[in-house]
């Protein structure tokens, strides 16, 4: 298992989960939820506030916990209504 030891990168993968749980919450997938992710590694990596193997780990940790279905609950807490098409 990946263990963060960086304070910093605790602190990003909490925001990641967050902003995640969060537009889980209102109905996106997981395509959406992979987007989003990257493109908030990606702006870790270019601005270079991490060390390259707290980023590494950070990166691993994301990816594995975005393809765990078992990281999200649906809205209301019901697993059953996650990822539905709720928007109109």
């Known amino acids: 298992m990946t263990t963060l030891q960086d304070p910093a990168a605790i602190r990003h993968f909490q925001s990641v989960c967050d902003a995640c749980q969060d537009l889980a919450s209102r109905y996106h997938g997981p395509s959406e ?3 989003y992710a990257d493109g908030y ?3 870790l990596r270019r601005t270079e ?3 390259p193997l707290s980023q590494r780990r950070l990166e691993e940790l994301v990816d594995r916990w975005i393809l765990d279905p078992s990281s999200f609950i649906g809205p209301g807490g019901d697993f059953s209504t996650l990822y539905e ?4």
Request: glycine fraction near 8%; charge should be positive.
């Open 33 to 35: 939820l992979r987007l």
């Open 41 to 43: 590694l990606h702006a």
């Open 49 to 51: 506030v991490l060390d």
């Open 85 to 88: 098409t709720g928007r109109n």
